[in-house]
């Protein structure tokens, strides 16, 4: 990992956000550059001090979702990692769906969390260990009830795009490595995701290995 990753904290419970914080300034060539506790916190800070690294809980005051979407959209070059005891399955598709690219459950190793901005800043996607198989297993149970059972063949493009969402890009940066706009990203993923009967970018990403549309 660089060394001095700029890593911002938002979270409405006081005593764990200065806990955290204090952990993460011990850590080597990590910088606590902001703290908050809420949605609307979290966009200020990234609009002002544009971290590296944002990572937030879920339940909070504000639309979180929307604030993850909304810097996924307007700032991709911060990478967005949810650290919630909210483990339910919905929780964290719709937080992948958004734009995070890391998912960790409270209650675990601290460490944990200090592997999940290793993992974003080298552009990979990161769910939390113990929770990695029912996220798994979670979107095998739907590709099973969706019946795709006759092959699927995809575009020299649809397959590019959906190499680049393996290594967990934006529509932005896949727009910029494609040489196209996002405009024409977006409407590749809507296609990707009625081919594929997917409802996010990680089912697109499951199904489409699923039925080996990226083997040929």
């Known amino acids: 990992m660089r060394n001095s990753v700029r890593v911002a904290f938002v979270d409405d419970h006081p005593v764990l956000l200065k806990g955290m914080s204090a952990v993460f300034s011990c850590e080597p060539g990590l910088e606590i550059v902001a703290e908050g506790g809420s949605a609307d916190a979290a966009l200020e800070i990234v609009e002002q001090q544009l971290p590296d690294v944002l990572i937030t809980d879920l339940s909070m005051p504000g639309n979180v979702f929307g604030a993850i979407a909304e810097i996924s959209r307007n700032w991709p070059s911060t990478r967005v990692i949810v650290f919630t005891a909210f483990s339910s399955l919905d929780s964290v598709l719709k937080a992948l769906d958004a734009g995070a690219t890391g998912f960790v459950l409270k209650g675990g190793r601290v460490e944990e969390v200090v592997e999940a901005v290793e993992a974003v800043m080298r552009s990979e996607l990161y769910i939390t260990q113990q929770y990695a198989g029912q996220v798994l297993g979670g979107l095998r149970s739907r590709e099973a009830r969706a019946h795709l059972s ?19 890009r934006t529509n932005r940066e896949i727009a910029s490595e494609l040489l196209i706009s996002e405009k024409t990203v977006k409407y590749y993923m809507s296609g990707l995701m009625t081919k594929l009967n997917a409802r996010n970018r990680l089912e697109v990403v499951f199904a489409a290995q699923k039925n080996g549309c990226l083997d040929s």
Do not use: D, N, P, T
């Open 150 to 168: 006759k092959a699927i063949r995809l575009s020299m493009r649809e397959k590019q795009i959906v190499a680049h969402l393996m290594q967990a």
